[in-house]
């Protein structure tokens, strides 16, 4: 089936090269015509592991290509997958939902035979009935249907998430829809992963409560390690005891700064708007997502007391600025809030990052980006850990201590033990919720 892509960001790229390597014939869409430019010299825009093998054997074999025209891309597709940003709008934590309206605006003028107009962008309940409308509108003549299809895959693991899925989640109405979609996904059909099958408000749904659960996972555990440090319990132990628990799971359940990246901050706002609008307030979401802003906060005082009380006149090196290892992705990370707040109390920042510098030197602007851990340590007053990228997880601590001003270490992921950083020669080690 010929399926089109529009959209060539975290999510559209890696579900086009994807769906193209089920043996698709693909066509992604994106208006930057720098990205477009990128994709067509075989050079993939983000970081995301193993995506660029994929999507050089799929070009290679002719079942993927990469267009700034739209009208070519959809030409004779039997779908086509709106997979456009949908961040939070200025002033009122609703999804902007003006990227999706506009694409299936502009899908609609281009179509002409029967079509799937799916979207995998996450947006609130009632966004695929209004895409059906804006395409009935643009087009009366048309025959289509539309498709809910939320993607759920993480960056850092999004190739194998999207190829080995817990679940694919489809909502449509018709059975010719649910045709296309099941032939799309036929090759994860026989491998037994589970497509559930829902209307197009259930499917909504689901993937906004999937994420504010995920949330509240994480803001629970972090909210029981600040209770940790103040009665000298440990909250690795704490988790990995919880965890054990079958109806519990150990995942998203580990300690740290605070959620950030392009889905959950976004997603818990808009879905407790969403609670709003409809008179049913969503006290848990709303509360998770106050508790997460103290969580940084309390970040920053956690380091400016380990800095004996202010980040006046200090050094500082940060380890990892991406909200998460394995993505270059710096949309609400922890450290735009941690690294701000130190330069503004008169620190200067060293910040090393595998992948992060590329998006981070417009974002934080002040610091001075370093590629050895040991070299940006020098002389330094604290070394602070944000992001467990793996190269971070073995350091040799005790040249690092060496090499340091003042020893202080603050790992804020709890990738080492008090023991470790006493034990290398640091003088001081910080945690969380230990
Ligand atoms: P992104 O910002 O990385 O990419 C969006 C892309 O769409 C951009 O390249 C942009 O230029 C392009 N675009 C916008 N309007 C266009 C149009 N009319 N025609 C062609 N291209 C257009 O976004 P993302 O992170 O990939 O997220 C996309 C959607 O998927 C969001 O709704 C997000 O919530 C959801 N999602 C994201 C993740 C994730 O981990 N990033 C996971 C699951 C779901």
């Not at 909502?171 to 829809?177: D, P």
């Not at 103040?230 to 079958?246: E, H, Q, T």
């Not at 851990?373 to 020098?378: G, K, L, S």
Request: net charge negative.
């Amino acid at each position: 089936m010929k399926i089109a892509m529009i959209g060539t960001g975290y999510v559209g790229l890696v579900s086009g090269v994807c769906l193209s390597d089920f043996g698709h014939e693909v066509v992604c869409v994106d208006k930057n015509p720098d990205k477009i430019g990128m994709l067509e010299r075989g050079e993939v825009p983000i970081f995301e592991p193993g995506l660029d093998m994929l999507m050089e054997r799929n070009v290679a074999a002719g079942r993927l290509s990469f267009t700034g025209d739209l009208a070519q891309a959809v030409e004779g597709a039997g779908a086509v997958f709106i997979a456009v940003g949908t961040p939070t709008r200025r002033g009122d934590g609703h999804a902007d939902l003006s990227y999706v309206y506009a694409a299936a605006e502009e899908v609609a003028g281009c179509l002409s035979g029967h079509t799937v107009i799916v979207t995998k962008s996450t947006v609130p309940v009632g966004t695929n009935r209004k895409v059906e409308e804006i395409v009935r509108e643009a087009n009366p003549a048309l025959d289509f249907d539309v498709a809910s299809n939320p993607e759920f895959l993480r960056e850092g693991a999004a190739i194998d998430d999207f190829m080995r899925p817990d679940r694919v989640v489809v909502g449509v109405e018709s059975e010719r829809a649910k045709e296309v979609m099941g032939e799309i996904y036929r090759p994860l059909f026989l491998r037994d992963f589970p497509i559930v099958y829902t209307g197009l408000e259930t499917a909504e749904m689901i993937k906004y409560a999937a994420n504010a659960f995920l949330a509240t996972k994480i803001t629970f555990i972090n909210e029981i390690a600040a209770l940790c440090e103040r009665v000298g319990a440990d909250v690795k132990a704490v988790s990995r005891g919880m965890g054990l628990d079958n109806r519990i799971g150990n995942k998203f359940l580990h300690a740290g700064p605070g959620y950030g990246g392009s889905c959950f901050p976004k997603d818990t706002n808009a879905l407790a708007r969403i609670g709003q609008d409809h008179s049913v307030p969503l006290q848990i979401t709303e509360t998770v997502i106050k508790v997460n802003e103290e969580i940084k906060r309390r970040m920053v005082e956690k380091l400016q007391d380990m800095c004996g009380g202010s980040f006046n006149g200090k050094t500082i090196c940060v380890l990892g600025v991406t909200f998460k290892p394995n993505t270059d992705d710096m949309r609400e990370a922890p450290s735009l809030t941690i690294v701000p707040a130190m330069i503004g109390g008169g620190a200067t920042v060293r910040v090393v990052d595998p992948q992060g510098r590329r998006e981070g030197e417009a974002l934080l602007p002040g610091v001075n980006w370093e590629t050895d851990p040991y070299a940006a340590a020098r002389d330094a007053d604290a070394v602070v850990i944000l992001t467990e990228w793996n190269e971070f997880r073995a350091l040799d601590l005790t040249r690092m201590a060496s090499v340091m001003g003042t020893p202080r270490l603050a790992d804020l992921r709890n990738i080492y033990t008090r023991e470790d950083a006493l034990d290398a020669g640091f003088a001081e080690y910080v945690a969380v919720g230990r």
